[in-house]
Nanobody, 117 residues
Framework: QVQLVESGGGLVQAGGSLRLSCAASGTIFSISFMGWYRQAPGKQRQTVAV???????VYADSVRGRFTISRDNAKNTVYLQMNSLKPEDTAVYYC???????????WGQGTQVTVSS
């Protein structure tokens, strides 16, 4: 069983920065596909950024150039550095671990990010 715990959310002014962290339990982190997703009120959850076990990254168009996803396999942690934040980035941010052995996905509980204008 894998548990994910996100941290680092909060309230920030437009143009500011935040760094989200997601710590995973268990032993499969290094071989897993990790991602950050977000859900704003009344909207569907959307992909923000993903990173493969080999470090390949993909970003949503809306955050490319402002957000950076990274991982530290020694710490079983994935990060999302968010710069130049905009009010439209306001959402609950979730991390997800995808077991590369095909044994399913695991979600964190989410962390709120609020960007004021």
């Amino acid at each position: 069983q894998v548990q994910l715990v996100e941290s680092g959310g909060g309230l920030v002014q437009a143009g500011g920065s935040l760094r989200l962290s997601c710590a995973a339990s268990g032993t499969i982190f290094s071989i897993s596909f990790m991602g950050w997703y977000r859900q704003a009120p009344g909207k569907q959850r959307q992909t923000v950024a993903v990173i493969t076990s080999g470090g390949v990254t993909v970003y949503a168009d809306s955050v490319r150039g402002r957000f950076t996803i990274s991982r530290d396999n020694a710490k079983n942690t994935v990060y999302l550095q968010m710069n130049s934040l905009k009010p439209e980035d306001t959402a609950v941010y979730y991390c997800k671990l995808t077991d590369s052995r095909g044994r399913g996905d695991y979600w964190g509980q989410g962390t709120q990010v609020t960007v004021s204008s």
